[in-house]
């Protein structure tokens, strides 16, 4: 059975819709610009080009609809920072807008649930013939993580990974590929977890596989410009979604 790399891109988009822009903000639009920016995986579309493999990706910016929060408030722990499925504040705690139901109702099921049915099926649909590695691609930086003790010590490369859909083998692949190109790299830190798609939330499934890659926007831009090492971090990373596609004995 042959591997299938299915690439997850929920944060790279930085489209805000119409119906955002013209909702009343309690801020200007330099800083909803400014925001967006902030909080976008920038060009982590490009880094992890999709051109050969599967992926699916997040229409809007993720401060319209966030697709990997929990939906209930009550799990997700970014939504006491105002961070939750749709943000009602920046990463300063600024107030950002006002969310009622029906605005919150619209915008759930246009964006967040149509997302992770698209994820589901994609997912579902290769598992028939396929061992599937999820890959969840993103970037990182120093500025919007809420916890200062997370902010100590920044590896170059994070690489996230759930209990139940782990592979060790693929983990200590992961974690050398990226250390022998001189790369520092850190398990669980400073973000924790992989994307599950909700239709294996519940089961186990033995030919599914899950590993987040967050990477530190400091090696490959410059404020939010591409920096020199760009092209040779997209080609890295490239080889090592070849690797995988041809991994065996997962």
């Known amino acids: 059975m042959k591997n299938k790399i299915i690439l997850h891109l929920p944060h790279s988009s930085t489209k805000l819709p119409r119906f955002y822009k013209r909702r009343k903000k309690f801020v200007s639009k330099e800083r909803i610009e400014k925001f967006n920016f902030a909080m976008t995986d920038l060009y982590t579309d ?3 080009s999709f051109k050969k493999y599967k992926y699916v990706k997040a229409k809007v910016s993720r401060i319209v609809c966030d697709v990997e929060k929990f939906l209930d408030d009550e799990k997700e722990t970014m939504a006491k920072f105002g ?7 920046t990463e300063m705690g600024e107030k950002l807008l006002k969310i009622d139901d029906k605005y919150r109702n619209f915008v759930v099921n246009k964006y967040y649930i149509k997302h992770h049915k698209k994820l589901d099926s994609v997912v579902t649909k290769n598992l028939k013939k396929h061992k599937v590695i999820l890959i969840d691609c993103h ?10 003790k997370l902010r100590k010590e920044l590896p170059d490369i994070c690489i996230g990974v759930e209990e139940k859909y782990r592979s060790e083998k693929l983990l200590t692949f992961t974690v050398d590929y990226f250390n022998a190109f001189g790369y520092t790299v850190k398990m669980n830190y400073p973000y924790v977890g992989s994307m599950i798609p909700d239709c294996l939330m519940n089961i186990d499934e033995k030919n599914f596989y899950s590993i987040m890659i967050e990477i530190n926007r400091k090696i ?3 404020n939010t410009k591409k920096s020199k090492n760009f092209k040779n971090l997209k080609k890295l990373i490239n080889f090592y979604l070849n690797f995988l596609k041809n991994m065996e004995e997962l």
């Not at 961070?83 to 504040?89: E, P, T």
């Open 46 to 48: 490009q880094l992890f």
């Open 83 to 89: 961070l939750g499925v749709i943000y009602n504040k």
């Open 139 to 148: 970037s990182f930086s120093q500025d919007i993580i809420m916890d200062e």
């Open 220 to 222: 490959y831009l410059n």
